[in-house]
């Protein structure tokens, strides 16, 4: 099966070459399902990366049977329950016998559970945040969105970390100073909107050297965030306006409707990342394509290769 990666091949490249030198193993909790097991058979074709399947494991080799899967080279290893395979290829991650942990078909309040462990999970005491990368057709870059899978209802302190674990993040894949825009419904600072009094805040913590690694600013509306004409036409300037590679949303409400927005609506390939851990942890939803999987997978690989 051929793979459209869309801005995400370059990524892509770089991973295959990095797991060619030195092999990668991903532990896969929830293997016992047709899509997840299709993803991780395409992206171990894909990159030549090394799988641990946890689930049940009948059922994982009468699926591959069925689907025609090979399963040569993979480590198929018995779970007698969704909470007992997240616990065991996170486990499996912690101990340093594989480098990413990916979600399959478990519960995802299950999966995080086994990441957040206090014993065997992945915790180094931060603030985990999801960090999704989307390349839509017609717009000229990748776009990077935060938090829109762990975070509820952050105060500002939990965005703080957000931003600094999405600034990594980038970093690590090659953004030398990316550009933040801190999201709002305006671009004024309004102390009756907590949203853009955290904004405001964000920004001048990076202009005075708190927060390092990126240009931010904030409070910014979404189409001055990424708009150079809606900059023009609302009289917007700043190094970020227009051009920001990271938004940063107040809540995990408008990230979540941001994203699906651009995945369904903007037919747009999504990576997604959770950081803050030890290790990478992909965080798939059931309805991700396999491109979506295998563009999370590359930009995995490149963190975990360089140490993010």
């Known amino acids: 099966m051929a793979l459209n990666l869309g801005r995400f091949e370059p990524y892509a490249q770089k991973a295959r070459a990095l797991i060619s030198a030195e092999p990668v193993r991903i532990a896969v909790a929830g293997a016992d399902d047709d899509d997840t097991l299709l993803s991780a058979t395409i992206c171990a074709n894909e990159f030549g990366v090394k799988l641990s399947l946890f689930g049940t494991g ?14 040569d080279g993979m480590d198929v290893i018995d779970a007698p329950s969704g909470p007992a395979s997240a616990g065991m290829a996170t486990s499996l991650v912690s101990s340093g016998k594989a480098d990413i942990l990916m979600k399959g078909q478990v519960k995802t309040s299950d999966f995080m559970r086994a990441v957040l462990n206090a014993e065997t999970g992945l915790r180094t005491g931060r603030t985990l945040s ?10 000229d ?21 957000i931003v ?58 979404l189409d001055t965030a990424v708009s150079p004409v809606a900059c023009e036409q609302k009289g917007v300037r700043g190094p970020v306006a227009g051009h920001a590679d990271v938004l ?44 979506n999987k295998a563009a999370s997978l590359a930009l995995a690989v490149l963190l975990v290769r360089r140490g993010a």
């Open 58 to 71: 009948e059922k994982i080799r009468r699926l591959a049977t069925q689907g025609g899967y090979c399963l």
């Open 248 to 291: 940063v949303v107040p809540n995990l409400e408008c990230g979540n409707l941001m994203a699906k927005g651009m995945l369904y609506f903007g037919a747009a390939i999504m990576a997604g990342i959770v950081v803050g851990a030890r290790k990478p942890v992909i965080l798939n939803s059931r309805a991700d394509t396999a491109e």
């Open 164 to 221: 600094q674990n999405a600034i990594e993040m980038v970093n690590g894949l090659g953004y030398r100073e990316p550009r933040v825009a801190c999201l709002a419904a305006v671009e004024t600072v309004n102390p009756d909107m907590q949203i853009t009094t955290d904004a405001a805040a964000i920004a001048k913590m990076a202009d005075r050297g708190q927060i390092k690694g990126a240009l931010i600013d904030g409070p910014l509306a």
């Open 141 to 161: 870059r990748v776009l990077f969105v935060t938090d829109g899978g762990i975070n509820v209802a952050p105060d500002l302190k939990t965005k703080i970390d």
């Open 130 to 139: 999801h960090v999704g990368g989307f390349d839509m057709p017609g717009f």
